[in-house]
């Protein structure tokens, strides 16, 4: 398949005008970027848990933007990479319980033979197998 998935902090990014869907497509030319169910959890979850209501209306509007974007599906196959994936982590001393999103987005990366872009490379450095790419420079919000 080819292309990148862009992890939750890039469209945090993106929702708090750091970064614009623009910037990430010319950064990334001919990489089709696309969205995955665990980062679509994690986004609702910011929207369901607004400190204001402009910052509601900021993420829903966002969120609706992101919605037109292609989202790869999490299938039988999603689930057993991940199972492999948790398990040598856990084995390398590395839990995988306090980042198990990260693991869903890696496992549909590893499934598609996708990149995974991100703000922390942290999350996912240690994951064999997995490309994972570092995002423009956010700009200052204007």
Known sequence: MGGIVADTTIWVDVERERLTAAELEAAFPGEPIYLAPPILAELEYGLASPATDKQRARRETALAALMLRPCIPITAETGRIFGRLAAGLNH???PATHRVQDLWIASVALEYGLKV???NRNDFDDIPGLTVLSPPSPRAKP
């Open 92 to 94: 390398k001393g590395r």
């Open 117 to 119: 872009l991100t703000a």
